[in-house]
């Protein structure tokens, strides 16, 4: 029998040599037939880490790119690919 640990969160994935993608965002990328190569992208903003120095304060948010799979027609939502390979509606930033 073989165990299978899943990732605690959606933003954790297994890194694959010599790709920007995770290996789970790649298997969606496969699957739906999108080049991971030369997929398109989109920058969102996310949650940043909580430091011994700023833990009293709103975590600051840090900019990520992930594969994009779907703009909305008034651009301000695309649906990504987490490093998990779960996909999501998420906001872009304005100005991007």
């Known amino acids: 029998m073989t165990m299978v640990c899943t990732p605690s969160s959606n933003w954790q994935g297994t890194e694959q040599d010599g790709s920007r993608w ?52 008034d651009g301000k939502r695309a649906k990504v690919v987490l490093p998990s390979g779960w996909t999501q509606w998420m906001e872009l930033p304005r100005g991007r």
């Open 22 to 73: 995770t290996v789970q965002q790649v298997s969606v990328l496969m699957k739906l037939g999108k080049d991971p190569l030369v997929v398109r992208t989109a920058t969102v903003l996310r949650a940043g880490e909580i430091t011994h120095e700023n833990w009293t304060m709103p975590t600051p948010k840090v900019r990520v790119e992930l594969p994009c799979l779907a703009i909305t027609k």
